[in-house]
T-cell receptor, first 112, second 110 residues
Framework: DVKVTQSSRYLVKRTGEKVFLECVQDMDHENMFWYRQDPGLGLRLIYFSYDVKMKEKGDIPEGYSVSREKKERFSLILESASTNQTSMYLC???????????FGQGTRLTVV | GENVEQHPSTLSVQEGDSAVIKCTYSDSASNYFPWYKQELGKRPQLIIDIRSNVGEKKDQRIAVTLNKTAKHFSLHITETQPEDSAVYFCAAVKYSTLTFGKGTMLLVSP
């Protein structure tokens, strides 16, 4: 069974903290994505990666960075968390051949 | 970049009615158009998709149509059931990158 796993389901962090969100997939997919989901705004693309050590900015990269040191793992980093980064974060994994996206279960991040 | 517009944002129907959700996209290079269903508290799941060389695809009670010339595609659900209640997202895909619409909350009342 296909699996995309995010490290935490719920996180509460303080303003200014450095936050790491981890995503691991077991499907040997080349492409991985980080989205944030907010009511009324849908899923907005933060960063994506087509290969190891490769990263591309999405539509809303400000305040975020990413790391992809291994093919199966894609990390989203909030360098200095702010309250406007309170959101649901979804990781997705996509095969270049198939293009179907598989999502992680989501991380609900609250910044206080 | 790609821009996907989705309408309506909310849709309420009675059980047994049909529901239609419409999306438009801007980038003619997009060539794959999936639809995802997200139930409350769960991750989005693919329910149907269509590629740019096909005009229509059907899977039991759901169907998707694509008009490449007009750059729009639609999801049709017939004989709706309460378990169809969820948020539905359309997406346009180019080079494996998905751009999503803002979502439609479908409520099916018994």
């Amino acid at each position: 069974d296909v699996k995309v796993t995010q490290s935490s389901r719920y996180l509460v962090k303080r303003t200014g903290e450095k936050v790491f969100l981890e995503c691991v997939q077991d499907m040997d997919h080349e492409n991985m994505f980080w989205y944030r989901q907010d009511p009324g705004l849908g899923l907005r693309l933060i960063y994506f990666s087509y290969d190891v050590k490769m990263k591309e900015k999405g539509d809303i990269p400000e305040g975020y960075s990413v790391s992809r040191e291994k093919k199966e793992r894609f990390s989203l980093i909030l360098e200095s968390a702010s309250t406007n980064q309170t959101s649901m974060y979804l990781c997705a994994s996509v095969s270049t051949e198939n293009t179907e996206a598989f999502f992680g279960q989501g991380t609900r991040l609250t910044v206080v | 970049g790609e821009n996907v517009e989705q309408h309506p944002s909310t849709l309420s129907v009675q059980e047994g009615d049909s529901a239609v959700i419409k999306c438009t996209y801007s980038d003619s290079a997009s060539n794959y158009f999936p639809w995802y269903k997200q139930e409350l508290g769960k991750r989005p799941q693919l329910i149907i998709d269509i590629r740019s060389n096909v005009g229509e695809k059907k899977d039991q009670r759901i169907a998707v149509t694509l008009n490449k010339t007009a750059k729009h595609f639609s999801l049709h659900i017939t004989e709706t059931q309460p378990e169809d209640s969820a948020v539905y997202f359309c997406a346009a895909v180019k080079y494996s990158t998905l751009t999503f619409g803002k979502g439609t909350m479908l409520l099916v009342s018994p």
